[in-house]
């Protein structure tokens, strides 16, 4: 083997080396918990206030968390997600 062909060798496997060290672990997802506040009866118009909390397995608000919360709905003919 050449002393060129070793050389280019050695660069691609350090190179490959230091991009598997620098990598972040993939961390194991935590099971969470959502915690959802609404009022059991609304009137047709009114406004609804629902609170949400995403809570981590030791119960603890998560920070920051955002939470999409929808529903199919149907009026006349028209559908989508509300």
Do not use: C, H
Not at 15 to 44: C, F, G, H, R, Y
Not at 46 to 53: K, L, N, R
């Amino acid at each position: 083997m050449s002393l060129r062909r070793r050389a280019w060798l050695w660069v691609v496997l350090l190179s490959t080396l230091m991009i598997v060290a620098m990598a972040k672990p993939a961390l194991a997802a935590e099971p969470a918990t959502l915690v959802l506040q609404a009022p059991d009866k609304v009137n047709l118009g009114e406004e609804v206030m629902i609170t949400a909390v995403l809570k981590d397995s030791k119960g603890a608000p998560i920070a920051g968390a955002k939470i999409r919360l929808w529903t199919p709905g149907q009026f006349l003919s028209v559908g989508g997600e509300m």
